[in-house]
């Protein structure tokens, strides 16, 4: 079996010059994660608060975490210390709890947009017509301890990668819709968060940035 460090080796060697790789660590023990930072990644991704206040004090500090799950409102408090970037942003309520915790510790937090472009109902993010509405609203870009800097997205969970494609496309669309709109003046709306170990060479021919990869570099989770 590959070592973690090929395996990070091995995908990196892939990725098209400006997509940055975020090693997603959900259900990997910490001594795994510091074989990956011994191998030079600095970026990991975590999808549940409670694993990534666990994990981030027994590691080292240059870390940034990317938080990647559904977040409930209460447990922004416990996060907004450790998180480099919230990338599940889903309502405008979150996004104003999100900048009130930000203010109360005197931090500014980078967030990202979630979009819902696939299929499951189980995944969450905003509609393309909800995110439309509330750019219109003004409810996007007022926030002074918060840069909204782009967007995420997951595709549908599907071997059909023409349905994967439509999808990341769609992401694609409405990114440079809110780029052109309410964030044209904006100096950090210029991520894009998409692809996972499956689908992430689709994900950078739609222009993602950010590719979220699991499985990939650690092996399958044990839930
Ligand atoms: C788990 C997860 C990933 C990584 O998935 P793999 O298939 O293991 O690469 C990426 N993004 C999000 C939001 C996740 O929850």
Excluded at 8 to 31: D, T
Excluded at 81 to 109: F, G, M, Y
Aim: with cysteine.
């Amino acid at each position: 079996m590959a070592s973690i460090k090929e395996n990070l080796e091995k995908v990196k060697a892939q990725l098209p010059e400006g997509v940055r790789l975020i090693a997603v660590s959900k259900f990997h023990p910490v001594e795994e994660l510091a074989e990956a930072y011994e191998a030079g990644q600095r970026l990991f991704g975590e999808n549940r608060a409670q694993e990534l206040v666990a994990k981030a004090p027994q590691l080292p500090d240059d870390i940034r975490w990317h938080f990647i799950g559904h977040l409930q409102k209460n447990k922004v408090r416990a996060i907004m210390p450790h998180v480099s970037v919230i990338e599940s942003v889903d309502s405008v309520e979150l996004l104003q709890l999100i900048e009130k915790e930000a203010a109360r510790i005197d931090r500014t937090v980078d967030v990202l947009l979630q979009l819902h472009v696939a299929q499951e109902e189980t995944k969450s993010g905003f509609s393309v017509d909800e995110i439309l509405e509330a750019a219109d609203a003004g409810q996007l870009t007022c926030y002074p301890h918060v840069h909204v800097c782009g967007m995420m997205a997951m595709a549908s969970l599907t071997d059909d990668m023409e349905q994967v494609a439509r999808e990341f496309d769609t992401v694609r669309r409405t990114y440079l819709t809110l780029k052109d709109g309410c964030f044209d003046e904006s100096e950090y709306f210029n991520e894009l968060s998409m692809g996972m170990s499956d689908d992430w060479q689709v994900a950078v021919k739609y222009g993602a940035t950010l590719v979220r990869i699991g499985t990939a570099i650690f092996g399958p989770r044990v839930y």
